[in-house]
T-cell receptor, first 113, second 114 residues
Framework: ETGVTQSPTHLIKTRGQQVTLRCSSQSGHNTVSWYQQALGQGPQFIFQYYREEENGRGNFPPRFSGLQFPNYSSELNVNALELDDSALYLC????????????FGPGTRLLVL | AQSVTQLGSHVSVSEGALVLLRCNYSSSVPPYLFWYVQYPNQGLQLLLK??????LVKGINGFEAEFKKSETSFHLTKPSAHMRDAAEYFCAVSGRGGADGLTFGKGTHLIIQP
């Protein structure tokens, strides 16, 4: 059974640029959630996709957007990057939305200069 | 709205000693509660999960946690610490609706003294 994978592992961008992060969910999982973890902090919920539809969102601006594909893999897109977007971005997959255990990938570390 | 408070950003124990990491939660509905561990430069690994089936939950690597509704607490314990337990530990809560994602505490860094 393949776990959650994310790409790339590290990324450096400059302010104002756009970035796309990718996540492959664990086999059999139809739900993907994205989190932002700033240095020294706990992860913060960005949004969740269930069967290709966004069905929950945290307190993040619209320049954070996403997609989920028919195979349940997902992308996180961030436009107009700001310095404060520098963080570890974690993807988690689960077999549903109602209290199902979320299994996390290793994350993508984004540095915005 | 849900929230999680982890008391103590750093906890230091001697190898072989009891580990106690504290977590208090706030939730308007009976919650799902989780403990995750994060090793340096890695993602989060689930230690254990409370789903209301039993108040004492046993997890991996010898960890367990007890749900106490009256205290709104879900503290994590391990009878005997090992060097390999040194990591960052996060308590998280999920509402019954599910679509709000997990709300995490700020984490507790566990240091094991030889």
């Amino acid at each position: 059974e393949t776990g959650v994978t994310q790409s790339p592992t590290h990324l450096i961008k400059t302010r104002g640029q756009q970035v796309t992060l990718r996540c492959s969910s664990q086999s059999g999982h139809n739900t993907v959630s994205w989190y932002q973890q700033a240095l020294g902090q706990g992860p913060q919920f960005i949004f969740q996709y269930y069967r290709e539809e966004e069905n929950g969102r945290g307190n993040f601006p619209p320049r954070f957007s996403g997609l989920q594909f028919p195979n349940y893999s997902s992308e996180l897109n961030v436009n107009a990057l700001e310095l404060d977007d520098s963080a570890l971005y974690l993807c988690a997959s689960s077999a549903g939305t109602l209290g199902e255990t979320q299994y996390f990938g290793p994350g993508t570390r984004l540095l915005v200069l | 709205a849900q929230s999680v408070t982890q008391l103590g950003s750093h906890v230091s124990v001697s190898e072989g000693a009891l580990v106690l990491l504290r977590c208090n939660y706030s939730s308007s509905v009976p919650p799902y509660l989780f403990w995750y561990v994060q090793y340096p430069n890695q993602g989060l690994q689930l230690l254990l999960k409370y789903t209301s089936a039993a108040t004492l939950v046993k997890g991996i690597n010898g960890f367990e946690a007890e749900f106490k509704k009256s205290e709104t607490s879900f503290h994590l314990t391990k009878p005997s610490a090992h060097m390999r337990d040194a990591a960052e530990y996060f308590c998280a809560v999920s509402g019954r609706g599910g679509a709000d994602g997990l709300t995490f505490g700020k984490g507790t860094h566990l240091i094991i003294q030889p």
